[in-house]
């Protein structure tokens, strides 16, 4: 797991090309003006929601009740954030669960040597997306940015590679 959390936070690192993106983009009067705002958006979009998203999500839907005035209470929309987000964390899960049942549709037969409780591990799996989107993408990712904002170079980790020989293959 630590091997993971290393290997993601290294490609949240990729961030530091943002600003690389735009300088460019400045000065590229070629490439039409909505098509280098479509990139820049994305890059910017998918770089700092992957970092943020998860914990706001997981933290701001009662948000608005512990930091609103005693008079803004009682607005509508203050009161009613933390349902909207629960009914749009419902639709997300749909989602999720959607994509569960296509993955377990393309996997092939389960071996007939493989334990019977693998499978209730590959749901286990999925069941716990909500939270390993917290703790191997978003923290991961939060801690990469804020490394570069400060100037604390990553450092480059090379991955352990190794061959397993299979009978079939002597």
């Known amino acids: ?6 290997h993601v936070r290294r490609w ?11 300088w460019n983009f400045a000065g590229d009067r070629e490439t039409p003006l ?16 992957w970092a943020t998203a998860p914990i706001l999500m997981f ?28 009914w749009l964390m419902r639709v997300a899960m749909l989602g999720v669960l959607a994509s569960a049942l296509i993955s377990f549709t393309l996997l092939p037969p389960q071996p007939k040597r ?10 286990l799996q999925w069941l716990l997306v909500p939270i390993t989107f917290v703790i191997f993408g978003s923290i991961p990712a939060l801690d990469a940015q804020t490394r570069l904002m400060l100037g604390k170079y990553l450092g480059f ?9 299979t009978s079939a293959a002597s």
């Open 1 to 6: 797991m630590i091997k993971l959390y290393r």
């Open 157 to 165: 980790n090379v991955s352990a590679k190794r061959r397993i020989l």
């Open 114 to 123: 493989a334990p019977r409780h693998r499978a209730l591990f590959m749901i």
């Open 59 to 86: 933290v701001m839907g009662r948000l608005p009740l512990f930091v609103a005035s005693s008079r803004s209470i009682e607005l509508a929309l203050v009161t009613e954030a933390p349902y909207a987000l629960e």
């Open 34 to 49: 909505w098509k280098r705002l479509k990139f820049i958006w994305r890059e910017w979009e998918g770089r700092f929601s």
């Open 12 to 22: 949240a690192w990729g961030v530091e090309h943002f600003p690389y993106l735009c």
